[in-house]
């Protein structure tokens, strides 16, 4: 079956623009993840929703950093005027429940180069 | 608080010989535990996973992983290893408590060669 997917899978972005990272998580998944990783590093969490609401944001590092997931399925996650820090791999996952013990399925990632 | 700590960022190993990638974690309540690997360009695949019931847990790939409450581990073993096996690998810890549950605490990865 179809996993989850993300796009675009690399941005090239100048510093000081906008970008716009989709993620499209499993069908009927209920909760869905965003997690930044550095180069050489681990995965970090960004923000998370259960459908539609944004229950942990505490994860953004500026509010240059935003994301929706407007009907609880699509999110997007943009970055405003972007900086040269902001270069990293998005990850994003989704899971069936609301349970810790569920496993996260994490799609390809956005490589996002900013120059 | 959660963390994990990876120890070595490296590790190498001939094709054939075991595999053992360390991860020590901290958290004050009892945590959930996960081992994922990376391939290049690829997303986080799940290998196995801890969540108090047996604490030897088999995994795919031949991979599994002991939890020692007692020294705060969750190692990842693999009897003999095959080529395939290189990649990155992270540990992972979560907690069930709080507003989001199922965030996970990632370790820096451990990168996995294996030479023939």
């Known amino acids: 079956g179809a996993g989850v997917s993300q796009s675009p899978r690399y941005k090239v972005a100048k510093r000081g623009q906008d970008v716009a990272l989709r993620c499209d998580p499993i069908s009927g998944h209920v909760s869905l993840f965003w997690y930044q990783q550095a180069l050489g590093q681990g995965p970090e969490f960004l923000t998370y929703?259960?459908?539609?609401?944004?229950?942990?944001k505490s994860g953004l590092p500026s509010d240059r950093f935003f994301a929706e997931r407007p009907e609880g399925s699509v999110s997007t996650l943009k970055i405003q005027r972007t900086q040269q820090e902001d270069s990293a791999v998005y990850l994003c996952a989704s899971s069936p429940m609301g349970q810790v013990a569920y496993e996260q399925y994490f799609g390809p990632g956005t490589r996002l180069t900013v120059t | 608080a959660q963390s994990v700590t990876q120890l070595g960022s490296h590790v190498s190993v001939s094709e054939g010989a075991l595999v053992l990638l360390r991860c020590n974690y901290s958290s004050s309540v009892p945590p959930y535990l996960f081992w994922y690997v990376q391939y290049p360009n690829q997303g986080l695949q799940l290998l196995l996973k801890?969540?108090?019931?047996?604490?030897l847990v088999k995994g795919i790939n031949g991979f599994e992983a002991e939890f020692k409450k007692s020294e705060t581990s969750f190692h990842l073993t693999k009897p003999s290893a095959h080529m395939s096996d290189a990649a990155e690998y992270f540990c992972?810890?979560?907690?069930?408590?709080?507003?989001?549950?199922?965030?996970?605490?990632f370790g820096r990865g451990t990168q996995l060669t294996v030479w023939p």
């Open positions: 929703f259960q459908n539609e609401a944004q229950l942990d």
């Open positions: 801890y969540t108090s019931a047996a604490t």
């Open positions: 992972a810890v979560s907690v069930n408590r709080g507003s989001t549950l199922g965030r996970l605490y």
